[in-house]
């Protein structure tokens, strides 16, 4: 059997009891959202743009995308990020490129070996699965669009976040 004690509240646990889980509240933007599956039903929904506690019966559930999806997504978010960089290549102090203990005379060619590795790190970070999959589709282009549960096609036209 399982329950859920809600709000700021002190609980001691009797013996016999196991405590399997601490929740805590997600906060959403309005384009943001999570999956959220019912463990009773097994129904999978979205939830966006709210912070939501999740129920005694319910859990995160993560989007499994193909290959290919999971590339596009990747080159978009590199894409954004070097939009706020501001270009594909940006300016960093030399000092700040390698590590502390490897300071002191450098050549500007080891310094800009070191550069891509870091961005390469920071671009590369793995998507969050129990994430709401968006889009941002770029400016004067177009997308289609296809829900599965009611058999239709779209076509969203940029600049647009899908």
């Known amino acids: 059997d399982r329950w859920m004690i809600h709000g700021p509240c002190d609980f001691v646990p009797a ?3 196991e405590i399997v889980e601490l929740r805590r509240s997600i ?17 999978v929904r979205s939830v966006t743009g709210t912070t939501y506690m999740l129920k ?7 989007k499994e995308l193909p290959a290919e999806v999971e590339e596009l997504l990747a080159a978009e978010s590199d894409a954004l990020a070097n939009d706020r960089a501001g270009s594909e290549s940006f300016d960093v102090h030399e000092e700040d490129r390698v590590p502390s203990k490897a ?14 590795a870091v961005s390469a790190a920071i671009r590369r970070k793995p998507r969050d699965k129990t994430r709401v999959v968006s889009y941002r589709v770029p400016h004067n282009c177009a997308v289609q669009i296809y829900d599965y549960k009611s058999k239709r096609a779209r ?8």
């Open 15 to 17: 013996v016999e009891v």
């Open 27 to 43: 906060p959403l933007d309005e384009n943001e959202g999570i999956y959220v599956r019912d463990l009773k039903t097994g129904k």
């Open 56 to 62: 005694s019966n319910e859990e995160l559930w993560e």
């Open 103 to 116: 300071r002191g005379p450098i050549s500007r060619s080891r310094a800009q070996e070191a550069v891509p």
């Open 155 to 162: 076509v969203a036209f940029g600049p647009d976040l899908i």
